[in-house]
């Protein structure tokens, strides 16, 4: 079991550039989310799909859309990178119950 | 506004004693909380969970207390190890609306050996 991988492990793009961070999981989970963690911010929620077929806003979603591909993937795609989303993305995915998240190694994603 | 706090940004403590991490929340309709272990370079790891229907919940050597009057948690990890230095964070979320997990900022333990 590979649990949650996500792709690239690293990316620098220009302002203005996109891009779409991929994200599977192989533990059969309906849940999935996507998070950025900043210095002295803690991870915070972009957004999330609670089931294959739907996806909502989180805390921080604007600059992004995301796509539950099927119950195994999940991406963001940043349409046009700005120097604001700099910064470590991770991706997740649970059940319902019990809600404990299993998460990715993460992306670092830096914009110039 | 942040709605959940961990106002210690890091803690050191002797190997064999007890690490005690403090979380702090503001909003009482929280009724399921995480903590999760992060080293450098990785995800988050999963620790331990409590429900607001208890005040104390165990596993092994980690032990995570609710106080709900006081809208606050914490975590204790007896006796503490080497490998558990690492960056905590705890986690809250409202169990009938989804799963919308709120985090802390963290707090990053170093045990001495």
């Known amino acids: 079991n590979a649990g949650v991988t996500q792709t690239p492990k690293f990316q620098v793009l220009k302002t203005g550039q996109s891009m779409t961070l991929q994200c599977a999981q192989d533990m059969n989970h309906n849940s999935m989310y996507w998070y950025r963690q900043d210095p002295g911010m803690g991870l915070r929620l972009i957004y999330y799909?609670?089931?294959?077929?739907?996806?909502d806003k989180g805390e921080v979603p604007n600059g992004y859309n995301v796509s539950r591909l099927n119950k195994r993937e999940f991406s963001l795609r940043l349409e046009s990178a700005a120097p604001s989303q700099t910064s470590v993305f991770f991706c997740?995915?649970?059940?319902?119950?019990?809600?404990?998240?299993?998460f990715g190694p993460g992306t670092r994603l830096t914009v110039t | 506004d942040q709605q959940v706090k961990q106002n210690s940004p890091s803690l050191s403590v002797q190997e064999g004693r007890i690490s005690i991490l403090n979380c702090d929340y503001t909003n009482s309709m929280f009724d399921y909380f995480l903590w999760y272990k992060k080293y450098p370079a990785e995800g988050p790891t999963f620790l331990i969970s409590i429900s607001s229907i208890k005040d104390k919940n165990e596993d092994g050597r980690f032990t995570v207390f609710l106080n709900k009057s006081a809208k606050h948690l914490s975590l204790h990890i007896v006796p503490s190890q080497p490998g558990d230095s690492a960056v905590y964070f705890c986690a809250a979320s409202f169990t009938n609306t989804g799963n919308q997990f709120y985090f802390g900022t963290g707090t990053s333990l170093t045990v001495i050996p």
């Open positions: 997740a995915s649970s059940e319902l119950n019990p809600y404990e998240q299993y």
């Open positions: 799909s609670a089931s294959e077929g739907t996806t």
